[in-house]
């Protein structure tokens, strides 16, 4: 085998491995290794509704502030203007904050599942599915979503701070 079937198969987990001896075991391995993978989804999902949730806030108050034109809050006092500012970029960083939250527990996750993948005899997320991305080093062959997920708040303070900045100093 070349390539992926290299990275996918366990060369320490052999046919005669799975003999009747240790057979609660390695189903007690499978079943913890079925848990980790299924709640690293459920994180990803939990991490898709986060994201969902502050794109749609941050959409609307761009939307908001481009309909009308800043008009309302050009007439406010610099010191609300100010505070808006202040307010929405807290918001920009919980999401950040959140985003890095959700990539580190992921992280952890896929640590304890490739760790498992030791005791099994295909290494498919750990190995074979990574190596066949080319572990995120080339963009034209995976561009991990979280290098993604990491700049947007960032993008929408930057616009913030322009904004308000062209209010509070025109």
């Known amino acids: 085998m070349t ?3 290299d ?5 320490a987990i052999t046919p005669s491995a799975y003999d009747a001896e240790g057979q609660h075991y390695r189903a007690a391995v499978l079943e913890q290794y079925k848990l980790c993978v299924e709640m690293s989804d459920r994180v990803s999902a939990r991490r898709n509704a986060a994201n969902t949730f502050f794109l749609t806030v941050n959409s ?3 939307a908001a502030f481009a309909v009308s034109g800043g008009g309302g809050l050009s ?7 100010a505070a808006g500012l ?3 970029l807290a918001q920009c960083a919980a999401w950040w904050i959140t985003v890095r939250s959700y990539r580190q ?3 952890a996750k896929y640590r304890v599942i490739a760790s ?3 005791r099994l005899p295909a290494m498919a997320l750990s190995q074979a599915e990574w190596r066949a991305l080319g572990e995120g080093a080339d963009w034209r062959l995976y561009v991990p979503l979280s290098l993604v997920e990491m700049w947007v ?3 929408f303070g930057s616009a913030y701070i322009l904004g308000f900045g062209a209010l509070l100093w025109p």
């Not at 990275?7 to 060369?11: E, G, K, P, S, T």
């Not at 007439?75 to 203007?81: E, K």
């Open 3 to 5: 390539g992926t079937g």
């Open 7 to 11: 990275d996918l198969w366990n060369a």
């Open 60 to 62: 609307g108050l761009v």
């Open 75 to 81: 007439a406010a006092p610099r010191w609300a203007v």
């Open 86 to 88: 202040l307010v929405v």
């Open 105 to 107: 527990l992921n992280s």
């Open 116 to 118: 498992l993948e030791e």
């Open 153 to 155: 708040p960032l993008i």
